[in-house]
């Protein structure tokens, strides 16, 4: 399959309403499936032991109304208004934050920039002069720019963000599922529920981490009519409610409530806030997942149905709960207890289906921020399987599969109940909302160039809300808010050790680059004899001759007629299109058959498999030769220069040169040159024959040196990878020795190396062992 030619969303063309209201209709089964999860568990939450029911209806209403404006303020007016549209060419989520205030202000960490990079379509930093009259904007640009302290604070609060949905990826399917089938108590003994609800549990839940190596889009069609069904059904069991047992439980809307119930409830009332903010689970989901969608679709799917279905959900319980507070068996139930008998069991069908829809959600979203992690450099190699073809977002990583899968469980049968999985689902969430915040704050004056007392104001008014359910939710430290906190410990610690190694071993190779001078002083044979074929030498230098060529060829005596400099990197935007995907050129004169070509990608970008990335790397060679118009010679001065380096597209691009191996009639097609008539000298295993364009002719010398490109295609291409041991150099603290020589060593002893990210044939492999001393 040609995962090319997948078409990414355009957020700026213009879509007609029934593709509007189509994607509306798609994001409920991806987007709001936590969300409308959360009715099953936020007042049994909320009302578990920190505050205790009375006669009057007080504690009822002043929960109703914390619930009605906090849905209100964080989701509506903050998310669906607000931050939606600090969007990264049509991205979200955390990183998407990140990767903006990266490319408005020079704060990424990991040297490897280049100015060509600025040239990209999705690179675009609309609105920035060089003499930016916007004091505050620039001075505080300036100051992030020059303060590599703040920029390590900045790269950590991204981490932290980014850990915490992980966290939130391992609670949400287990307090979700949880609370579905607790529905089950209603109709046998405390006794028998005691048995058989956490065994339940667990089945759904490896059931559900079972079904992830199928991949979202052939299960996904049942999403969005469940999460609808869903959501009508709380709706109309709300209406219901209201009309049935209290008419008056829409004056519970108005904030006075609030300040009733926090008057009488005092500590409690604080306290209990960790519920209620349960009610908000799942929000940043709209924010993460917008690059699926569009910002319209979700604003419509949110506004006019899933925000008034929640809200008249809760209402209908709070309707209930206020005539029936003297029962307190039910009243600790929560949701089905306001379910009518007949269709108990009905909806508890389809509670159970919109709590594996919702997990689903929370899944994919985990393995979609560890790519974007792991594309970053800020997270280990690890495998990433395309589910499909179609839809670039959709991925399954079967490490973390599993892993969350374990987690999952032991969080199920550890805590057996809500309640500490509420705290800590709660805590995990308000986390990431504040930094969402605190990332909006810098992206309000920094990239949508507002004054700084608008953010000040942004962040003053949303992080003091969030502020006060955070404070909720970690007094309950021990009683489960521990759990996210060790989560986001041990992945924020192999997440920093493995970036501070990363860029440690980036800054020893630029350190150790080989000069051009010795380059030159081997001559166009290199000093060694050239064989036939391809080298192939993976190197994460953008400039510079790598340490492992001088290694290698001081130590065997030949080495391949082309030798490719290839540097497979990761820049700060969501997608880089194919027609920009190569930078290429030479490494010294022509005769040396020297070049470089650094491959591009996006952080939401897939990478092709071997075969189909091989032909793209040769085509981007054999384009760079037929439209260079450097004279031969010794024309290499400032070689490594960005300047001297052109952008070249893939084969899938359309443009330039194709190259067809084997089947030879299938380059008989229009507009090819006399080049794919030439015949190999001698037999060999695979024919190659690049289809060039009628225009421009192409001089005596290119053509033999593309030639030469395809003889060397014909017998065949090596890998040359570097095997390396990182070691801290004498001197070092000893926090630096432990971060390097057991934390890094250990996490890239165990994590997939560059020859699987890169799905590079074992068979064709050689690995150059070096010993790093940074």
Same mark, same amino acid.
Request: charged share 20%; with cysteine.
């Given at each position: 399959?040609?995962? *090319?030619?997948?078409?990414?969303?355009?957020?700026?063309?213009?879509?007609?309403?029934?593709?509007?209201?189509?994607?509306?209709?798609?994001?409920?089964?991806?987007?709001?499936?936590?969300?409308?999860?959360?009715?099953?568990?936020?007042?049994?939450?909320?009302?578990?032991?920190?505050?205790?029911?009375?006669?009057?209806? *007080?504690?009822? %209403?002043?929960?109703?109304?914390?619930?009605?404006?906090?849905?209100?303020?964080?989701?509506?007016?903050?998310?669906?208004?607000?931050?939606?549209?600090?969007?990264?060419?049509?991205?979200?989520? =955390?990183?998407?934050?990140?990767?903006?205030?990266?490319?408005?202000?020079?704060?990424?960490?990991? /040297?490897?920039? +280049?100015?060509?990079?600025?040239?990209?379509?999705?690179? =675009?930093?609309?609105?920035?002069?060089?003499?930016?009259?916007?004091?505050?904007?620039?001075?505080?640009?300036?100051?992030?720019?020059?303060? @590599?302290?703040?920029?390590?604070?900045?790269?950590?609060?991204?981490?932290?963000?980014?850990?915490?949905?992980?966290?939130?990826?391992?609670?949400?399917?287990?307090?979700?599922?949880?609370?579905?089938?607790?529905?089950?108590?209603?109709?046998?003994?405390?006794?028998?529920?005691?048995?058989?609800?956490?065994?339940?549990?667990?089945?759904?839940?490896?059931?559900?981490?079972?079904? +992830?190596?199928?991949?979202?889009?052939?299960?996904?069609?049942?999403?969005?009519?469940?999460? &609808? =069904?869903?959501?009508?059904?709380?709706?109309?069991?709300?209406?219901?409610?209201?009309?049935?047992?209290?008419?008056?439980?829409?004056?519970?809307?108005?904030?006075?409530? #609030?300040?009733?119930?926090?008057?009488?409830?005092?500590?409690?009332?604080?306290?209990?806030?960790?519920?209620?903010?349960?009610?908000? =689970?799942?929000?940043?989901? &709209?924010?993460?997942?917008?690059?699926?969608?569009?910002?319209?679709?979700?604003?419509?799917?949110?506004?006019?149905?899933?925000?008034?279905?929640?809200?008249?959900?809760?209402?209908?319980?709070?309707?209930?709960?206020?005539?029936?507070?003297?029962?307190?068996?039910?009243?600790?139930?929560?949701?089905?207890?306001?379910?009518?008998?007949?269709?108990?069991?009905?909806?508890?069908?389809?509670?159970?289906?919109?709590?594996?829809?919702?997990?689903?959600?929370?899944?994919?979203?985990?393995?979609?921020?560890?790519?974007?992690?792991?594309?970053?450099?800020?997270?280990?190699?690890?495998?990433?399987?395309?589910?499909?073809?179609?839809?670039?977002?959709?991925?399954?990583? /079967?490490?973390?599969?599993?892993?969350?899968?374990?987690?999952?469980?032991?969080?199920?049968?550890?805590?057996?109940?809500?309640?500490?999985?509420?705290?800590?689902?709660?805590?995990a969430v308000i986390t990431v909302m504040l930094v969402t915040t605190?990332?909006m704050s810098l992206v309000i004056v920094l990239c949508w160039h507002?004054?700084?007392?608008?953010?000040?104001?942004?962040? %003053?008014?949303?992080?003091?809300?969030?502020?006060?359910?955070?404070?909720?939710?970690?007094?309950? %430290?021990?009683?489960?808010?521990?759990?996210?906190?060790?989560?986001?410990?041990?992945?924020?610690?192999?997440?920093?050790?493995?970036?501070?190694?990363?860029?440690?071993?980036? *800054?020893?190779?630029?350190?150790?680059?080989?000069?051009?001078?010795?380059?030159?002083?081997?001559?166009?044979?290199?000093?060694?004899?050239?064989?036939?074929?391809?080298?192939?030498?993976?190197?994460?230098?953008?400039?510079?001759?790598?340490?492992?060529?001088?290694? %290698?060829?001081?130590?065997?005596?030949?080495?391949?007629?082309?030798?490719?400099?290839?540097?497979?990197?990761?820049?700060?935007?969501?997608?880089?299109?194919?027609?920009?995907?190569?930078?290429?050129?030479?490494?010294?004169?022509?005769?040396?058959?020297?070049?470089?070509?650094?491959?591009?990608?996006?952080?939401?970008?897939?990478?092709?498999?071997?075969?189909?990335?091989?032909?793209?790397?040769?085509?981007?060679?054999?384009?760079?030769?037929?439209?260079?118009?450097?004279?031969?010679?010794?024309?290499?001065?400032?070689?490594?220069?960005?300047?001297? &380096?052109?952008?070249?597209?893939?084969?899938?691009?359309?443009?330039?040169?194709?190259?067809?191996?084997?089947?030879?009639?299938s380059c008989q097609m229009e507009g090819t040159s006399e080049l794919?008539?030439?015949?190999?000298?001698?037999?060999?295993?695979?024919?190659?024959?690049?289809?060039?364009?009628?225009?421009?002719?192409?001089?005596?010398?290119?053509?033999?040196?593309?030639?030469?490109?395809?003889?060397?295609?014909?017998?065949?291409?090596?890998?040359?990878?570097?095997?390396?041991?990182? @070691?801290?150099?004498?001197?070092?603290?000893?926090?630096?020795?432990?971060?390097?020589?057991?934390?890094?060593?250990?996490?890239?002893?165990?994590?997939?190396?560059?020859?699987?990210?890169?799905?590079?044939?074992?068979?064709?492999?050689?690995?150059?062992? #070096?010993?790093?001393?940074?």
């Open positions: 399959m040609d995962l *090319e030619s997948v078409t990414y969303r355009n957020p700026i063309k213009k879509e007609s309403w029934k593709t509007v209201l189509t994607l509306a209709y798609q994001s409920l089964g991806v987007v709001y499936g936590d969300l409308s999860t959360s009715p099953l568990y936020v007042y049994k939450s909320t009302f578990a032991e920190d505050i205790q029911h009375s006669e009057t209806n *007080e504690e009822i %209403f002043g929960v109703l109304s914390f619930v009605f404006w906090t849905l209100t303020l964080i989701p509506l007016v903050k998310y669906v208004f607000i931050v939606l549209l600090a969007d990264d060419n049509g991205e979200g989520g =955390t990183f998407a934050l990140y990767s903006l205030l990266c490319r408005h202000a020079r704060v990424s960490l990991l /040297p490897n920039t +280049q100015l060509a990079d600025e040239d990209l379509t999705e690179y =675009t930093k609309d609105g920035i002069m060089a003499d930016d009259k916007r004091a505050v904007g620039s001075s505080l640009k300036s100051v992030l720019e020059k303060r @590599r302290g703040l920029q390590r604070v900045l790269l950590v609060l991204a981490l932290i963000g980014t850990c915490m949905v992980i966290g939130d990826g391992v609670l949400t399917p287990a307090i979700s599922v949880f609370s579905a089938v607790s529905g089950l108590e209603l109709s046998m003994s405390k006794e028998q529920h005691r048995y058989v609800e956490v065994p339940v549990a667990c089945i759904i839940l490896v059931f559900l981490f079972a079904l +992830q190596h199928y991949g979202t889009h052939r299960v996904g069609f049942l999403f969005a009519p469940v999460v &609808m =069904t869903w959501l009508l059904c709380i709706s109309g069991i709300g209406i219901y409610n209201i009309i049935h047992w209290n008419p008056h439980v829409y004056e519970a809307l108005s904030p006075y409530y #609030m300040f009733k119930f926090l008057k009488k409830t005092q500590r409690g009332g604080w306290m209990s806030l960790g519920g209620i903010l349960l009610c908000i =689970t799942g929000s940043e989901a &709209m924010f993460a997942d917008l690059g699926h969608f569009s910002q319209l679709s979700i604003k419509i799917a949110f506004t006019f149905l899933v925000y008034p279905s929640l809200i008249l959900a809760y209402m209908g319980q709070a309707a209930y709960l206020s005539k029936h507070h003297s029962l307190e068996s039910d009243y600790r139930i929560g949701f089905y207890v306001s379910v009518p008998e007949k269709i108990r069991w009905p909806v508890l069908v389809i509670a159970i289906l919109q709590a594996v829809v919702g997990s689903q959600a929370v899944i994919t979203g985990t393995f979609s921020i560890i790519k974007q992690c792991s594309a970053l450099s800020c997270f280990p190699k690890v495998k990433i399987i395309h589910t499909s073809s179609k839809i670039h977002g959709q991925i399954y990583i /079967p490490d973390i599969n599993w892993t969350l899968m374990l987690l999952c469980l032991a969080i199920t049968v550890g805590f057996r109940d809500t309640k500490r999985m509420g705290n800590a689902s709660g805590l605190c990332l507002k004054s700084s007392v608008l953010a000040i104001c942004f962040l %003053f008014f949303f992080g003091s809300i969030e502020a006060l359910y955070f404070s909720a939710s970690l007094i309950k %430290f021990l009683e489960g808010a521990w759990v996210p906190i060790a989560l986001s410990f041990i992945f924020l610690i192999i997440m920093y050790v493995w970036h501070y190694g990363t860029i440690k071993k980036y *800054e020893f190779d630029v350190q150790n680059k080989v000069s051009i001078n010795w380059l030159l002083s081997l001559g166009p044979t290199l000093g060694i004899v050239r064989v036939r074929g391809i080298g192939l030498i993976h190197t994460e230098l953008v400039s510079g001759i790598p340490a492992i060529f001088s290694h %290698f060829v001081t130590n065997l005596p030949a080495f391949h007629q082309v030798v490719i400099f290839l540097c497979i990197k990761s820049v700060p935007v969501p997608h880089v299109r194919p027609e920009e995907r190569f930078l290429v050129g030479r490494v010294g004169p022509k005769e040396y058959r020297l070049y470089r070509c650094i491959a591009r990608y996006g952080y939401r970008d897939i990478h092709k498999d071997d075969m189909e990335f091989e032909q793209d790397l040769i085509c981007s060679i054999a384009e760079f030769i037929r439209s260079d118009t450097s004279k031969c010679g010794l024309e290499f001065n400032n070689f490594e220069d960005d300047a001297k &380096m052109t952008v070249v597209g893939t084969s899938a691009s359309k443009l330039g040169v194709r190259m067809c191996e084997d089947d030879i009639d794919r008539e030439v015949k190999s000298p001698e037999k060999v295993k695979k024919r190659v024959r690049f289809v060039v364009p009628e225009s421009p002719k192409i001089d005596l010398n290119a053509k033999e040196e593309l030639r030469e490109l395809m003889e060397a295609r014909e017998a065949g291409m090596a890998f040359i990878i570097g095997h390396s041991y990182v @070691r801290a150099k004498r001197g070092s603290s000893w926090i630096k020795k432990v971060v390097i020589n057991y934390g890094y060593d250990f996490l890239r002893r165990n994590s997939r190396g560059p020859t699987f990210a890169l799905s590079i044939p074992h068979a064709s492999t050689l690995e150059v062992g #070096m010993i790093y001393h940074v």
